[in-house]
C-alpha cells in the first residue's frame, strides 16, 4: 500500500510539473551582440530600468551580464531624453549624433577589471571636437517598447575608454528584449 501511494504521489507531481511548464508563452529575455567578430550574450540579470526624474526628464538603461561570476563581461546601454526636450521613447531610431535622445553604452570584456569600451553621444561629440573619425556611428532601434518590456537592435563602434583616437572594437546584429524594472 504505502508503495502504491508512493507511485501515485511521484506520478501526480510529475504531471504538475510538465503540466506547468510554460509552452513558449514566456518571453525570451536577452541582449546578445557580436563583439569584434565574437558573438556574446549578456543574459544574467538581463533587464531595463527607468527613471523618471520629473518635469518630463526620463531614462531607461539597459543591463546584462555574461556570467553571474565576480570577473565577468558586461553590457549598459541608457537612452535618456534631453532635459527639457520631454520626448517620449517611441519604437524607432536612435543615433549618437541625435539632439532630442542621449545615448551611451559601455561594453566591459572583463568587469571591472578589464579595458571599458564606450559608445554614444559624449564620444561622438568628443570625436568631433578634436577631430576624430567614428566610422560607425552608435545607433539603436526600439522595435517595441510598452510599460513592462522594451525591445530592438543596435550597433556601431565602441571606443577604449572613450577615446576616439584609439583603435574601436565594432559591435554589429546586438539584439535586445528586456523587462523593464520601474524606478
Keep these: 500500500m504505502k508503495r502504491i501511494v508512493l507511485v501515485l504521489f511521484i506520478s501526480a507531481i510529475a504531471i504538475f510539473i510538465f503540466s506547468c511548464k510554460k509552452s513558449g508563452s514566456s518571453p525570451s529575455y536577452h541582449i546578445t551582440a557580436t563583439v569584434g567578430g565574437t ?3 549578456f543574459n544574467v540579470s538581463a533587464f531595463a530600468i527607468d527613471t523618471n526624474y520629473g518635469g518630463g526628464a526620463y531614462e531607461i538603461e539597459l543591463l546584462g551580464a555574461t556570467s553571474a561570476s565576480a570577473s565577468t563581461g558586461f553590457f549598459s546601454l541608457d537612452i535618456a531624453n534631453v532635459y527639457p526636450a ?3 521613447l517611441v519604437a524607432g531610431n536612435y543615433s549618437d549624433t541625435s539632439s532630442d535622445f542621449t545615448l551611451s553604452a559601455d561594453y566591459y570584456s572583463d568587469y571591472p577589471n578589464g579595458t571599458d569600451y564606450s559608445a554614444g553621444n559624449g564620444v561622438a561629440s568628443y570625436a568631433a571636437s578634436i577631430p576624430a573619425t567614428i566610422t560607425n556611428h552608435f545607433k539603436v532601434t ?3 517598447i510598452s510599460s513592462t ?3 530592438g537592435t543596435f550597433s556601431g563602434d565602441f571606443f577604449p575608454d572613450g577615446d576616439p583616437t584609439q583603435t574601436p572594437v565594432t559591435i554589429i546584429n546586438g539584439s535586445f528584449d528586456v523587462p523593464i524594472k520601474k524606478q
Aim: charged share 35%.
Design 39 to 41: 558573438n556574446k550574450t
Design 86 to 88: 520631454n520626448k517620449t
Design 142 to 144: 526600439i522595435t517595441g
Design 149 to 151: 518590456e522594451i525591445k
